[in-house]
């Protein structure tokens, strides 16, 4: 069974500082991996997508993610924090069957605030 | 293309009311799918639907049906509501493509149910 864990439910940082949002995750199979966002009183909207290739993702927004097979890891970063950011990010795990859609399985969500 | 729309945005049913949450899609996408999101435990699976006429369970599908009569809707159906269906309920859509897992899924708006 595929699991995600997200540490820390809530991040802090300054405007302009570094963004790093942990994701963690456990797939039987090559997992497919995601980072969505959600801002306030809105549904989820995809940032950035890992599938096959290239281990670094880049995504909407400035922000990328690494795909680490060897420490099981989707990290999400951005490099310099920008107001409008702050919102609730998720990582999500797909494991892919040929001919069925992908069914997610959802981190816990992290609570990104932005400070002045 | 308004996308993935769901109403309605806001619901409050006593206990062992019936109601049914609408979604629907002009994307012409294969996949739908319907999550639940609670404080903390990111979102679930209820139900999913790979095309008209096909639907299965997802993680959490107790007290919910759905059924797929066509491409654009999939409606989600409280037969005897409960205060443990309080939640944010979110739809999902899209496009098989090279399928097994990798699509992007989009979401609609979500809808708040209040159930006392």
């Known amino acids: 069974a595929q699991s995600v864990t997200q540490l820390g439910s809530h991040v802090s940082v300054s405007e302009g500082a570094l963004v790093l949002l942990r994701c963690n995750y456990s797939?039987?199979?090559?997992?497919?991996l995601f980072w969505y966002v959600q801002y306030p009183n809105q549904g989820l909207q995809l940032l950035l997508k890992y599938t096959t290739g290239a281990t670094l993702v880049k995504g909407i927004n400035g922000f990328e993610a690494e795909f680490k097979k060897s420490e099981t890891s989707f990290h999400l970063t951005k490099p310099s924090a920008h107001m409008s950011d702050a919102a609730e990010y998720f990582c999500?795990?797909?494991?892919?069957?040929?001919?069925?859609?992908?069914?997610?399985?959802f981190g816990t969500g992290t609570r990104l605030q932005v400070t002045l | 293309n308004a996308g993935v729309t769901q109403t309605p945005k806001f619901q409050v049913l006593k206990t062992g009311q019936s109601m049914t949450l609408q979604c629907a899609q002009d994307?012409?996408?294969?996949?739908m799918s319907w999550y639940r999101q609670d404080p903390g435990m990111g979102l679930r699976l209820i139900h999913y639907?790979?095309?008209?006429?096909?639907?299965d369970q997802g993680e959490v599908p107790n007290g919910y049906n759905v059924s797929r009569s066509t491409t654009e809707d999939f409606p989600l159906r409280l037969l005897s509501a409960a205060p443990s269906q309080t939640s944010v309920y979110f739809c999902a859509s899209s496009y098989s493509g090279a399928g097994g897992g990798q699509e992007t899924q989009y979401f609609g708006p979500g809808t708040r149910l209040l159930v006392l």
């Open positions: 994307m012409n996408h294969e996949y």
């Open positions: 639907s790979v095309g008209a006429g096909i639907t």
């Open positions: 999500a795990v797909s494991e892919g069957y040929t001919g069925t859609a992908s069914k997610l399985t």
């Open positions: 797939s039987s199979v090559p997992p497919y």
